[in-house]
Nanobody
């Protein structure tokens, strides 16, 4: 079982930047995928970005491509989401998530969720 703890949310003006962190602990499979989903008020949870742990491939939702960057620190077993050029429509609770493979992750077949961290972008 993997435990995920997010940090780094907050309030920022449009055009600003934030970096979210997700510290992971526990056992993972060799094909493990981790990443982020978000849920805005009144909307369904949606995929944001994912990282395949062993080969380092990245995947992004079209709405964040070119603005968000997902990365990891192996020594700290921590995943990051650097968010630049933030827009009011990026306002949401951001959830760190993990799955046994990237295909499962992209199909919302999530094994583990963090508790979420709120990002608020004002215009």
């Amino acid at each position: 079982q993997v435990q995920l703890v997010e940090s780094g949310g907050g309030a920022v003006q449009a055009g600003g930047s934030l970096r979210l962190s997700c510290a992971a602990s526990g056992r993972t499979s060799s094909d493990y995928a981790m990443g982020w989903f978000r849920q805005a008020p009144g909307k369904e949870r949606e995929f944001v970005a994912a990282f395949t742990w062993n080969i380092g491939s990245t995947h992004y939702a079209d709405s964040v491509k070119g603005r968000f960057t997902i990365s990891k620190d192996n020594a700290k077993n921590t995943l990051y989401l650097t968010m630049d050029s933030l827009k009011p429509e990026d306002t949401a609770v951001y959830y760190c998530a993990a799955a046994n493979s990237i295909s499962l992750f992209l199909a919302y077949g999530i094994n583990n969720w963090g508790k979420g961290t709120l990002v608020t972008v004002s215009s």
